[in-house]
């Protein structure tokens, strides 16, 4: 079965920086659209950030553009959102996702993790 295992999370300050990673399995990770979604406390889950299969085209939402890079290494079978600049609203579970389409992975993507918690401290 598909499983994907986000680490990478923990307490910062703001201002800092984190990088999280995902180690995908049980799917095809070379042809597969990848993102990052994430929920915070009382809140709904909102999409991040997206990478197309070969890594050529990225998405990433306006809250976080300029602060937020996702890359991907399909030799490792591991996507990762790199975070920088963070500020005390990015507090939240950070969720990998997975989908064969570059187009639902932004909206309803077929797979999810457990998610990792993002803390930032002002």
């Known amino acids: 079965q598909v499983q994907l295992v986000e680490s990478g999370g923990g307490l910062v300050q703001a201002g800092g920086s984190l990088r999280l990673s995902c180690a995908a399995s049980?799917?095809?990770?070379?042809?597969?659209?990848m993102g990052w979604f994430r929920q915070a406390p009382g809140k709904e889950r909102e999409f991040v950030a997206a990478i197309s299969w070969s890594g050529g085209s990225t998405y990433v939402a306006n809250s976080v553009k300029g602060r937020v890079t996702i890359s991907r290494d399909n030799a490792k079978n591991t996507v990762y959102l790199q975070m920088n600049s963070l500020k005390p609203e990015d507090t939240a579970v950070y969720y990998c996702a997975a989908d064969s389409s570059y187009v639902a992975i932004r909206r309803n993507p077929s797979y999810w993790g457990q998610g990792t918690q993002v803390t930032v401290s002002s």
């Open positions: 049980g799917l095809t990770f070379s042809s597969s659209a």
